[in-house]
C-alpha cells in the first residue's frame, strides 16, 4: 500500500472531523453567546448586545484586579520555578550519589492531584490548628495568618505552585543538560574557564531554547490557576487572591451569566494571547543569536 492510496482518508477524516466538531463548535458558540445577555439563574430569553458585555467587564475593577493577582502569582512563581529548577538539574548533571532516587522523588509532586495538594497545604497552613503555627507557637512565635492576610495567602498560594511543579522544569532542563556536548567542556576547561564561566558562557546559552519553552508552558498553566486558590483560599481574604478562571467560574457556576463569562474567557485568551506573543517577541533576538 502506498502513501497515495486514497483509503487513507477513511481513516483520517472521520477521526478529523470529530476533533474539529469537539474543539471548535464550543469555540464559536461561546464566542456568539459572549455577545449575548444570557443568564440561566433567573432564566433570561437571550438578548443581542454586540460588545456590551465587554464594554462592561473593562469597566469593572474587579477583572483588572484579578488579572494582576493572576500575573503576580504566575510570573513570581514560574521565576521561582526556573531558578530552582535549574540548580537543582545542574546539580544532578554533575552524576551526584542516588542521582536515580532523586529523580524518582522529583516526580512525586506531579503525580499527585492539585486538589489534594491544595487540601494538605491548607491544613498545614491552617491559621489556629495547622501543624506549622502550633510548631510556631510551641516556640514561642505568633501565629501567621497564612490564609487569612493578602500577602501571606499569595506567598502560601505561590509556595505550593512552587512545590508542585519545579520537578517539571528540573525534568526537562536536566534533559537538556544530558544532550550538550562534552567537548565545548573540554574545551574551556584547557582555556581554564571557571565553572561560572563556563555556565555562563556555554550552558546557559545553548540552554536556552529549551528554557524558553519550559518557561512558556509553565506561564501558560500558571495563568489558568484555579484549583489550588479555589481549595486554599476560595479568592479570599475577600477577593484578594481571586485569579482570572476562578473569577470566571464564579460569573459562569455561580451567577449562571453565560453572556458576561463567555466574554470574560475570550478576553483570558486574548491576555494569554499576548502575553504569549510579547514573550517570543522579546527572546526572538536571543534565540536567533545561539540557534
Known amino acids: 500500500m502506498t502513501r497515495q492510496d486514497p483509503i487513507k482518508h477513511f481513516f483520517i477524516w472521520p477521526a478529523l472531523l470529530i476533533v474539529l466538531a469537539i474543539s471548535i463548535f464550543p469555540l464559536i458558540y461561546s464566542l456568539t453567546t459572549s455577545f449575548m445577555s444570557l443568564r440561566l439563574v433567573p432564566p433570561v430569553p437571550p438578548r443581542f448586545v454586540g460588545f456590551g458585555n465587554y464594554t462592561e467587564l473593562l469597566q469593572n475593577p474587579r477583572f483588572w484586579h484579578v488579572t494582576w493577582t493572576t500575573t503576580i502569582i504566575a510570573v513570581t512563581s514560574v521565576t521561582l520555578q526556573y531558578v530552582i529548577g535549574f540548580s537543582v538539574a545542574l546539580a544532578l548533571n554533575r552524576r551526584v550519589p ?26 498545614l497552613l491552617n491559621p ?11 516556640f514561642g512565635f505568633p501565629n501567621l495568618p497564612f490564609l487569612t492576610q493578602t ?62 519553552a519550559v518557561v512558556f508552558i509553565r506561564l501558560i498553566e500558571s495563568y489558568k490557576i484555579i ?6 483560599t476560595g479568592g479570599g481574604p475577600g477577593i484578594s487572591t481571586e485569579t482570572l478562571t476562578l473569577f470566571a467560574y464564579q460569573e459562569g457556576f455561580k451567577k449562571f451569566n453565560l453572556g458576561y463569562t463567555s466574554a470574560l474567557s475570550f478576553l483570558f485568551l486574548l491576555v494569554i494571547t499576548v502575553i504569549g506573543l510579547v514573550y517570543l517577541a522579546v527572546l526572538k533576538p536571543y534565540l536567533e543569536k545561539h540557534r
Open 98 to 123: 542516588g542521582e536515580g532516587l532523586f529523580r524518582v522523588s522529583f516526580l512525586l509532586p506531579m503525580l499527585v492531584a492539585p486538589v489534594a495538594v491544595a487540601l494538605i497545604a491548607r491544613q
Open 128 to 138: 489556629t490548628m495547622g501543624p506549622l503555627n502550633e510548631v510556631m507557637t510551641f
Open 151 to 212: 500577602s501571606w495567602a499569595i506567598g502560601a498560594i505561590i509556595a505550593v505552585e512552587v512545590w508542585q511543579w519545579t520537578p517539571f522544569v528540573i525534568l526537562m532542563l536536566l534533559a537538556g543538560l544530558q544532550t550538550l556536548p562534552d567537548d565545548v567542556y573540554e574545551a574551556a576547561a584547557l582555556e581554564n574557564a571557571s565553572p561560572w564561566q563556563q555556565f555562563r558562557g556555554i550552558t546557559f546559552p545553548m540552554m536556552l531554547p529549551i528554557s524558553a
Open 227 to 232: 484549583d489550588t486558590v479555589f481549595v486554599m
